[in-house]
């Protein structure tokens, strides 16, 4: 009876070993080749290699999307000058709702990739000093005069397992600047507090199951 509870104890630690090999890197796959395909559907392009057939090969839609793009930014960087782009958001932020769509994702995309990027400093927020009750999250905005609010900052806040988050305004005094990467910060929190950067001194050993 031992024997057989010995060689069912190892099967299941086998198992759960190879589903944290495989569900990773499966699901990992799945979403990059979801991501290409939904790419080249924007930009469809079938090789012929004859009068009735095509070949399909997956990611030239993707390299010629990207292609584009980088020579879009040389342009707008060399040759077209500056002074065109200016009038053409000009136009846009006229346009009521084109204005709010568009400088929105802009402000998006600049938060991430731009000079000026937020989701980089990390903070500890005291919600609740009853219960001492903490949340983490980024700055997005020091100076808020624009809204007439002094002495605050805003701190966006993701939802673990999710793409969205909330937006708070809180008082400087409530908030306390983290010591860590802000990519080590951001897998935390989507993950649910699961993921966390441990060095390899402190890396404990692995569990016999």
Known sequence: MEIKNFFFK???SYFIRGLVLVAPLYATALIIWTGVEYLDNILPIDIPIS?????????????????????????FSTIIPQSFFKFTESIMRRLPLVSLIY??????ILAFVGDKKKFNQPVLVT???????????FITQTDLSHLKIADHVAVYMP?????SGELFIVPTEHVTLLEAKSTDVMKMLVSGGVSVK????????EEEI
Do not use: W
Not at 103 to 108: E, V, W
């Open 159 to 163: 939802l673990s397992y999710s793409l």
């Open 51 to 75: 009068n009735e057939q095509s070949v399909y090969l997956p990611g030239l839609g993707v390299l010629i999307i990207i292609l584009g793009i980088v020579l879009l930014g040389f342009l």
């Open 10 to 12: 190892r099967i299941i």
């Open 127 to 137: 919600m609740y000093k009853e219960t001492d009750i903490k949340k983490i999250g």
């Open 103 to 108: 400088y929105s994702i802009k402000d998006l």
């Open 198 to 205: 441990v060095s390899k001194e402190e890396t404990p050993e």
